[in-house]
């Protein structure tokens, strides 16, 4: 059984702006510091966008820009190497092209950020879904038609 569009998942995943770029160029996603947990959760044809709170982790630039926009390729999560005692779980993605857009503008009109003054505390779950009128809005500031394919 395939799911269709009315069944996609709308993702948002915290991630700093050096992670997603790699994750870009190696067409990959991971999350929650690399758990099989979070990445369990997508399902093949999920949206997800990526919020970069930092140029780089820990201790990068402050950012606090949405970054990325892909979608999950594939049926289950897939663990890799990358050191001896380093191994992530990651999901196939295709990313887009999209425009890095700061996430202030969108504070107020993004429903799963219930008080702007403690804006920041959502991203803080690492991976989580939002409704599709949120992920809509993002997509939309990010440059992304989401009717395109």
Request: hydrophobic share 35%; charged share 30%; proline share 7%.
């Amino acid at each position: 059984m395939t799911r269709g569009e009315a069944d996609t998942g709308f993702w948002v995943n915290t991630v700093s702006r050096s992670h997603v770029e790699r994750g870009v160029r190696e067409g990959v996603v991971q999350s929650n510091h690399d758990k099989a947990t979070g990445v369990r959760q997508l399902r093949r044809g999920d949206l997800v966008v990526f919020y970069s709170p930092r140029t780089d982790y820990p201790d990068g630039e402050t950012l606090q820009a949405f970054t990325a926009f892909g979608r999950v390729t594939d049926d289950a999560p897939h663990q890799i190497e990358m050191t001896p005692d380093f191994h992530p779980w990651r999901r196939r993605m295709a990313f887009r092209p999209c425009e890095e857009t700061p996430t202030r503008p969108l504070l107020h009109d993004l429903d799963f950020i219930p008080d702007p003054a403690k804006w920041g505390m959502p991203f803080r779950r690492g991976l989580f879904r939002v409704g599709e009128a949120d992920f809509r809005r993002i997509a939309a500031a990010m440059r992304v038609d989401l009717d395109a394919g």
